[in-house]
Structures are given as structure tokens and as C-alpha cells.
């Protein structure tokens, strides 16, 4: 990287961090980059931005559920309460589904819009690429850049298995969007979907008795995930298109974050990090690199270490430490 | 024409052309010489700010003021538009939608300013917001309140305008979405019934008005070139409806049980290319709606040939008429009973697209009816999947169209110069003098009035009464047509419906989609990220059908592509296009105000830095098309560019050229 790229990266780096619209798409376009040169001034970028923001910055709240559940519907309307309090508002859409071709259809993620361009709004799409693990590394690399330059985070996808996983290592709390009558407690189960959300929305509470129903089922069932925590996820009826019950889901947002304190979301980021470390590294060396280095053991001894620093740097630090140790030099092996 | 020497005729369907342009006086010009050359029924076409609840002057109106139809903001310029025509006399096709109840409202109040009452007025207002929600995009409110509207409607005409058709439910427009025959016929029975159960649940609708409610609902089809499987859908849909009548309504006069339609033929079959041959086509339509007395339309307007070029002159539209009249006063059409009962041929290719529609229409009613298969975008997934197959068709030649994709050698053709003088061109002056006649109005009126009329409105919506009292009140008063919307939308919120346009891609690619494929995948690898396209759709028109199948292609071809659906500003497309980190903006604008959009896009990317090459694809006269390339459009597309592959390839040329990297 010659010097004037690199103050051209710090800059950029401090336009984000001074909350600057205009730098946010270009930054997000560099770490979406898969040239190598790119790649490294990514990498440098996402460090120097999450040293700042790993246990501050942006509220991260994710929204998943399956597709027809009226993600679309709630997101715009959470969209305009945060606006209505003057708070900004990034959002990450996240398409999992992946194409054979490389292609994708992408936006059409909120479904109620201001017919005005507010700047207090962004929105960026993120679609499936080739590689496994790949979307959640993107996802995290764009939820850094745009948490540096935003009040919230808002994190879409679509719930298609493993994606919430990866969506709820992102977020401070993660909400499921659940439809009426789109299953009993025990597909609900089966689905793992009473394990990872912290707050569960029944949208289209206009269906009446339906949407009862599987609110009913989904409070009897939320005690009953393998938790970490003794937090028991609310179950909220909404109708994003009436208006109603947002009240009450943005209450138990609220609430979750006050139920974690601020050591609980210290925790939790700290937690999602690591995750993204392990991604990172299991996608680039495997597990057999990994395991010529020292395996998943010494990883968690050093995440341990360095808990409180960027997840990117990291990831560069210990990638190079593993290619030494494949290379034969200082293998512990 | 009572020529003694021919045997007893039939009396005609109804002539009529759909028009309206500019202005309320230009339009009643155009009425008025319509009428005395033999029309014998009016179809006002208002422009999308009257059709989408905005005065002439808002922010959304610029660009769109008189160009697809006449701007009518008030009373004043309904009363001019209908100045010298009788309403008592009159048969009147309103092709409005969302502000339905007060285009309706401003009809009547005219209609009794001219000394008119309600109970003499004959004709029909569209009002079918299903099908808008699927195909033609000039929706405002959520399915819900729609629906009400719709059935206050009903339930107000059944008794105070009893002649007027208050719900036209088209088929008209599935079609030019890509519908089959056979969803183009469920998908309406579905659309009817969800507006008769909607009235039937009413309070104020009793079991004995029922009959009369379903003898009410009239319906508007298309009419295709394979004009014999047309003329069966015609039957198929008769029977249907008095099956439905009977069955499911318990309507016991099979009078009231007639399928009554009126008819615009198909628009989406005419080409751009050798334009006269439209002509053809269009008289082989208007007689698979004609031929068969049984399923004969009720009303009949043509399109002009040269409508794949721009907007037709009155003499196109004449042209469109006579092929009407000859059709009914010098053929021996109207002598015969029906001429096709008792063909096996028929009546099994009837059976066959009834069972077909009764399927799809089951699975339709078994996921909770045409607002719920609107809300989960089922039906609109299909219609995009259709028309999908159907331009695949077009471009693999396993679909002839003549003068398009085979016989395309051609003598330059007398009926189109150089020169664009083959269409009518809206005086660019047309929107300003418009906002000058409404600031003048607004001037006039007495504000204590408007304001009273307004609240009238409000209190009576939020009391569950009928919205077509006070909106007839708010007419008199001198309410403006933005100013009635806005009380609505203040009530009922606005909606955006699903594209329909999903992320399952086509299973078999034919060698030149592989060929763009490859391209579109190198470019990828030489830019850092695959080719990402903005599809933006700026303006009010709603017209989606194209953008959505551009969108579809683009993501064939392995780009990664963004479409927001419809009617956004130019400066939300700006914003999309910077946050989303887009390689090239692709524009699409059938409204005819494609200049002042397009040129907003432009100024707005200037303004915020961003170097994007942008396309641009709709009804765009040459000319225009020149002026778009002078102000840095790299490329303009028009109806005869059908083959979306070389669209796509030269994308990937475009985008290359602009990132240096060809």
C-alpha cells in the first residue's frame, strides 16, 4: 500500500467515524472487494474502525423470519419509528439464497417508504456469493462500516437454517419474524427457532385468532430453548401495516438490551467477534490448517487474550501466523 | 342503416376510444369531434397524477401532467372536460382506480350542475385496484381500505346511481402482464369475488339487493392475436359467471347472471417495427370479441396502430373507429344468431380453459382469496413467470411475430418519416398552464367551505359511513383531487405491493444468455465484485412489466440486481444508487415524461458525485432518444429491442467501458 493510499484509508476511516453519509458506500464497496490489494486495505479498515466500535457504536438488531412472514412490512415501519426520533438507521439486506449463475435479485426490502431520499436512511443489499461462510463475512464486515456511521443497525435476511446463526452472532438482539399459522410449537422446535431469538414477532395480527394461536404456541414454547441466559423471549402480536403492536415489540427490544447490562453486551459482542474469527479462519486454512497450527484450543486461548480487540485484526494476525506454520516454520506440531 | 332490403341487425356494442390529453378543454375538443364522427360512447383517460391523488403541482406530478391522459384537479375541469355533452345521454368509461369515488364524485356533481341527476347517469368507473396491484401500479392505499372503497362504492351506486357500472374487474391488464388465457380467467373470477364478498359482508347491503349488486359488476377484457382461443375464453368466462351467479350468489334471473364486458384490445402485441401491420392485428382482435353473439362485447375500444411509437394523433384513433363501424354496419356480423354454437371444437377448447381457470381459481381461494394471493404475491409470481416464457419465446423465434422476429425485411414505410410527425406530441406548456388554472381555482373558492368539506370527509371515513356522500359535498365545495387523497391517505396509509419478481432463476440458458454469463463473470472478477445493477422505475407510471423483466434477465445473466418496484423520485434512485454500490443504472419510463425524469437521475448523480452510466428503456420517440444520448445516456431502448440478451451484453459493454477495463 503506497502512503497516500494508506492516509486515503485512514481518512476514509475517520469520515465514517465522524458519521459522514458520503463515505459509507464507498467503504462498503472496498470491503466487498475481492481483488488482494483490496482485500488488505479491507482488512485494515474493518480493524482500525472496530477497535473504535466493538463494544460501543451502533445498536445492532437483526430481523429474520421466513420468506412472506412481512419482514418487509415490519422493517419499514421500525425504520420510520427510529427516524421519528431523530435516530439513523442502517440497514444490511442479506439474500442467502445462492444462484448458480452468481446472480441475484436484490432490494424491494421495505415495503413502506417516505417517497422522499432521507439521508438519515441507508440501505445496502448483500447477496449469496459462491463460498461457505462467505455471506456471513461479508455481513460482518458491512455491519462494521455501517455501524461506525449510524444510530442503529438493522440486519434483514431472509431464515433459511443456519443463516440466523450466523445473523444472531451479528446483532444485540436478534427478532424472529413469525407468520400465523405457519406451523405448531413442535415444527417450531424442529426449526430451531425457539433457541436463538431474544424477541419473537407475530406479524399480521389482523388474522385474529390465528395470530393468537401461534403467539400462544410460541409463548409456551419460548421457555423451552437451550439458553444461555435466564431471559425468556416475549412473544409480540404486530400488524406492521395497521400500526399496531409496535408499541410493544419496540418495549421488548428495550428490555433485552436492559436484561443483558452493559457487561451481558460487552459479552455478547465480544462472543459474535470470536465467531467471526472461527469463520474466518476455518473458511481460509480448514480445519486441518487450523489443526497444523494448534487447533481450536490455542484459537480460544488467544481470542481470550486479545478480548477486547478488533475481531479483523485479529483474523490478519493469526491468518499469518497459521500460513508460517503450514509453511513448516514453527509448527507446534 | 335501416336499409329495408337487410334482415333485423343486432344492435352495436358500444364505440368508444380510450383518450384525454393535455387539458380539460383540448380533451373536450378531442370528445366532442370523437362523437360526431360516430363514437358512441366516451373512455377518459386521465393522466397518473389524477389517477394517483396529486395535484398538478406536487413534487411526484412533475413531468407527468397531461401526457398519458387529461389532468383533472377539480370541478372546474370536469365541467369543462364534459362542456357541450349531454351527461343524460352519455355512456362514460372512467379508467380510474384509487381515487375511484372521487372521479365519480366530481361525474355526478357535474352531471347535476348540468341539471343531470345521478339516477340517469350511464357508464362505468374502473375501480378494480387488485389488477393494479399487479400489473398497471396506480394504487395508492393497502388492500384493506381499497377493498372498502370499492364496496361503498357498490353499495352507493346499487340504489343512487342504479345504470352505473360502479366496479369494471379487468382481465385486460394480467394479460399485458403476461397472464395465460387460463390465469387471465381465474385470476378475474378470484378478483370478483373478493369484491362481492366484500360487499355481501356490508350491513347496509341486504340479501335482496345481492342479485342486483352481481348484476352490476361488469368486466373489462383483453383481446389477443390468437383470436380463436380468444373467442373460447369469451364463452368460458359467460359460463363461468352465470355458474357463479347461480352457485355461490344464489342469483336466480339469468339476466342478472350475463357477463357483460367491455373491451380494449391487446396493446402488448403491437410492434414497433412495420407499425402498419398493427392495423391487421387489431381487426383480428376487435372479431374474437365480436364474433360470437354469445360472448360478444358490450363496448369496444381499439388502440391506434402506431401506439409501439407514441401517442396517437386523432386521425390514428379515427382510423381505429372506422375499423369499427365497418366491422358493424357494412358486414352481415350482427344477422346471425351465435355462429359458433354447436362446434365440437369450441365448445371442448371451452371445457378445457374452464377447468383449468376453476383449478388455479381453487388454489387461489384455498390460500384466502385474490387479497391475500396479492399480499403473498402468488398471483403476481405467476404473471411475471408467464411473461418470462413469453419473451423467451419472442427472442428464441418459437413465438413468430411478423416484422419483429422473422419477415423483417421491409420497404421504408409512407406512414412513419423521419421526423417523429407520425405521433402527437403533449405541448410541453401544458403542465405549467394546468398549475396556472389550479392556483386560480384554488384562488376562487371559499376556504371555509373546502375546509368544512374536508373534515366532513375525514369524520365520515373514520365513522365506517360511505365515502361517496361527502365526496360528492367536497366536489361542490371545490375540494382539489390532492386534497381528497391526502384526507385518505392520512387515514388509510399508503402501500407498496410486491414485485413478484423472485429468485428462482430459468433452468435451461440457451447459448448466447451462457455467452453474456461468462462476461458478466469476468467483468466481475476485473471490477473486485460481481456486476451490480440499479432497475429503477421513476415517475408515477406504473407500467412495471418491463422493468421487471429486465430485472429478471439481468439476474439470468449472473448480475446482481437491485429493483425497488415502482414509482420512486429521482432522487431516491440517486441515493439507491450510491448506498447500494451499483455499476450502472438501467431507467424504464413508459409515461412519455421520460425526458424531465431521466434528466432529474442525471442532474441528481452530478450533484452527488456519483459516476454511474445509466440506460434507459420505454416508449421514446427517436428524437428524444437523441437528446437523451446528448445528455449522457450511453443507451436508449425502445419495444423493438425485444431481444433482452443483446440488452444485456451490451450492458456488460457499457460497464466496461465506464470502469476503463474493456
Avoid at chain 1, 300 to 313: T, V
Avoid at chain 2, 117 to 127: E, H, P, S
Wanted: proline share 4%; glycine share 10%; aromatic share 4%.
Amino acid at each position: 500500500m503506497s502512503s497516500r493510499r494508506a492516509r486515503a484509508l485512514a481518512d476514509l476511516g475517520e469520515r465514517l467515524l465522524a458519521r459522514e453519509r458520503a463515505a459509507v458506500a464507498p467503504a462498503l464497496n472496498l470491503v466487498d472487494d475481492r481483488r488482494p490489494e483490496a482485500r488488505k486495505e479491507a482488512a485494515a479498515l474493518l480493524a482500525a474502525l472496530e477497535e473504535k466500535t466493538l463494544l460501543g457504536g451502533a445498536r445492532r438488531i437483526g430481523l429474520t423470519g421466513a420468506p412472506g412472514a412481512g419482514k418487509s412490512t415490519l422493517l419499514g415501519a421500525l425504520v420510520q419509528r427510529f427516524r421519528s426520533r431523530d435516530q439513523t438507521v442502517g440497514v444490511i439486506a442479506v439474500d442467502p439464497s445462492s444462484q448458480r449463475t452468481g446472480g441475484a435479485l436484490l432490494g424491494d426490502r421495505m415495503r413502506v417508504r417516505s417517497g422522499s431520499a432521507d439521508p438519515g436512511v441507508f440501505i445496502r443489499s448483500l447477496a449469496a456469493r459462491d463460498q461457505l461462510g462467505g455471506l456471513a463475512e461479508a455481513a460482518r464486515a458491512s455491519v462494521t462500516i455501517v455501524a461506525a456511521a449510524f444510530d442503529v443497525v438493522l440486519v434483514e435476511t431472509v431464515g433459511v437454517g443456519q443463516s440466523e446463526g450466523e445473523v444472531a452472532d451479528l446483532v444485540d438482539t436478534l427478532v424472529y419474524v413469525a407468520q400465523p399459522g405457519a406451523g405448531d410449537l413442535l415444527q417450531f422446535m424442529k426449526a430451531g427457532i425457539l433457541e436463538l431469538p431474544d424477541v419473537v414477532a407475530v406479524n399480521k395480527a389482523d388474522l385474529g385468532p390465528m395470530a393468537e394461536r401461534t403467539a400462544n404456541e410460541l409463548m409456551a414454547g419460548a421457555g423451552m430453548g437451550e439458553r444461555t441466559t435466564e431471559w425468556v423471549p416475549p412473544v409480540v402480536l404486530v400488524s406492521a401495516q395497521e400500526g399496531t403492536g409496535l408499541d410493544e415489540l419496540e418495549a421488548a427490544l428495550e428490555s433485552h438490551l436492559e436484561s443483558l447490562g452493559p457487561n451481558g453486551l460487552q459479552e455478547r459482542r465480544r462472543r459474535g467477534r470470536d465467531a467471526g474469527v472461527r469463520v474466518s479462519l476455518e473458511r481460509r486454512y480448514g480445519s486441518h490448517g487450523l489443526a497444523a497450527w494448534g487447533g481450536h484450543a490455542k484459537l480460544e486461548a488467544r481470542l481470550a487474550e486479545a478480548q477486547d480487540h478488533s475481531g479483523f485484526a485479529l483474523a490478519e494476525a493469526l491468518g499469518q501466523e497459521i500460513e508460517s506454520a503450514l509453511r513448516g516454520g514453527g509448527s507446534d506440531l | 342503416m335501416n336499409d329495408p332490403a337487410r334482415p333485423e341487425r343486432d344492435r352495436p356494442w358500444v364505440f368508444r376510444t380510450y383518450s384525454g390529453h393535455s387539458s380539460a378543454e383540448a380533451s373536450n375538443t378531442l370528445y366532442r369531434s370523437n362523437l360526431a364522427k360516430g363514437q358512441t360512447g366516451l373512455s377518459v383517460a386521465f393522466d397518473l397524477p389524477t389517477q394517483t391523488g396529486y395535484d398538478s403541482d406536487h413534487p411526484l406530478a412533475r413531468g407527468e401532467v397531461g401526457k398519458v391522459g387529461v389532468p383533472i384537479g377539480h370541478i372546474d375541469d370536469m365541467e369543462v372536460l364534459f362542456r357541450e355533452i349531454p351527461l343524460d345521454q352519455m355512456n362514460t368509461s372512467m379508467t380510474i382506480n384509487a381515487t375511484a369515488a372521487w372521479l365519480l364524485a366530481l361525474y355526478v356533481a357535474t352531471a347535476e350542475r348540468q341539471g343531470v341527476t345521478a339516477d340517469q347517469l350511464r357508464g362505468t368507473t374502473q375501480n378494480d385496484l387488485i389488477k393494479e396491484y399487479l400489473s398497471r401500479g396506480t394504487y395508492v392505499f393497502p388492500p384493506e381500505p381499497s377493498m372498502r372503497l370499492i364496496s361503498d362504492m357498490v353499495a352507493h351506486s346499487v340504489t343512487a346511481i342504479p345504470k352505473w357500472n360502479p366496479v369494471n374487474i379487468c382481465s385486460y391488464h394480467l394479460q399485458e402482464a403476461g397472464a395465460t388465457p387460463v390465469q387471465e380467467i381465474a385470476y378475474a373470477m378470484a378478483n370478483a369475488i373478493a369484491v362481492l364478498d366484500a360487499v355481501k359482508a356490508r350491513d347496509d347491503v341486504s340479501d335482496e339487493v345481492l342479485p342486483e349488486v352481481f348484476a352490476r359488476i361488469s368486466f373489462f377484457l383483453n383481446a389477443g392475436i390468437r383470436f380463436v382461443e380468444e373467442i373460447c375464453k369469451g364463452r368460458a368466462m359467460t359460463e363461468l359467471w352465470d355458474e357463479l351467479g347461480r352457485d355461490r350468489y344464489g342469483v336466480t334471473d339469468p339476466k342478472q347472471r350475463r357477463f357483460r364486458y367491455g373491451v380494449q384490445v391487446n396493446s402488448l402485441g403491437l410492434t414497433e417495427a412495420q407499425p402498419e401491420n398493427n392495423v391487421i392485428r387489431i381487426v383480428l382482435e376487435a372479431l374474437g370479441v365480436t364474433f360470437s353473439k354469445k360472448a360478444r362485447c358490450r363496448a369496444l375500444q381499439l388502440p391506434a396502430w402506431n401506439e409501439a411509437l407514441g401517442l396517437p394523433r386523432p386521425w390514428d384513433q379515427q382510423w381505429s373507429l372506422r375499423i369499427q363501424q365497418i366491422l358493424a354496419y357494412e358486414t352481415d356480423l350482427l344477422e346471425y344468431p351465435d355462429l359458433l354454437d354447436g362446434s365440437h371444437v369450441v365448445e371442448a377448447k371451452v371445457e378445457e380453459l374452464k377447468k383449468a381457470a376453476q383449478e388455479e381459481l381453487e388454489r387461489v381461494l384455498a390460500m384466502g382469496g385474490a387479497v391475500a394471493a396479492v399480499e403473498n404475491a402468488y398471483m403476481k409470481q405467476r404473471l411475471v413467470e408467464s411473461h418470462t416464457a413469453r419473451l423467451r419465446a419472442i427472442e428464441s423465434g418459437e413465438l413468430p411475430i411478423v416484422g419483429v422476429n422473422t419477415y423483417t425485411e421491409t420497404e421504408p414505410s409512407p406512414l412513419v418519416g423521419d421526423d417523429d410527425s407520425s405521433i402527437l406530441k403533449v405541448d410541453a406548456a401544458a403542465e405549467r398552464e394546468q398549475i396556472e388554472r389550479l392556483n386560480a381555482f384554488r384562488a376562487k373558492r371559499n376556504d371555509a367551505d373546502v375546509k368544512a368539506a374536508l373534515q366532513g370527509l375525514h369524520d365520515a371515513l373514520s365513522n365506517g359511513e360511505n365515502v361517496m356522500p361527502p365526496s360528492v359535498r367536497a366536489a361542490h365545495a371545490g375540494v382539489t383531487g390532492g386534497e381528497w387523497a391526502d384526507t385518505l391517505r392520512e387515514l388509510f396509509g399508503e402501500y407498496r405491493a410486491p414485485t413478484g419478481v423472485v429468485a428462482r432463476e430459468s433452468q435451461v440458458a440457451d447459448e448466447a444468455t451462457q455467452q453474456v454469463r461468462k462476461r458478466v463473470r469476468a467483468l466481475g472478477e476485473k471490477l473486485g465484485r460481481p456486476l451490480k445493477i440499479l432497475v429503477g422505475k421513476p415517475g408515477l407510471d406504473g407500467h412495471s412489466n418491463g422493468a421487471e423483466q429486465i430485472a429478471v434477465k439481468a439476474r439470468d445473466v449472473g448480475m446482481e440486481v437491485v429493483y425497488d418496484g415502482i414509482r420512486l423520485t429521482p432522487a431516491e434512485i440517486v441515493q439507491s444508487a450510491r448506498d447500494e454500490g451499483v455499476h450502472v443504472i438501467g431507467l424504464s419510463i413508459l409515461s412519455g415524461s421520460h425526458l424531465v425524469l431521466v434528466l432529474d437521475v442525471l442532474a441528481g448523480l452530478k450533484n452527488e458525485g456519483i459516476d454511474v452510466p445509466v440506460i434507459v428503456g420505454g416508449i421514446i420517440p427517436e428524437e428524444d432518444a437523441e437528446s437523451l444520448r446528448e445528455a449522457g445516456i450511453q443507451r436508449v431502448y425502445t419495444p423493438k429491442d425485444f431481444n433482452l440478451t443483446r440488452i444485456m451484453d451490451e450492458v456488460v459493454d457499457v460497464v466496461e467501458a465506464s470502469a476503463g477495463v474493456g
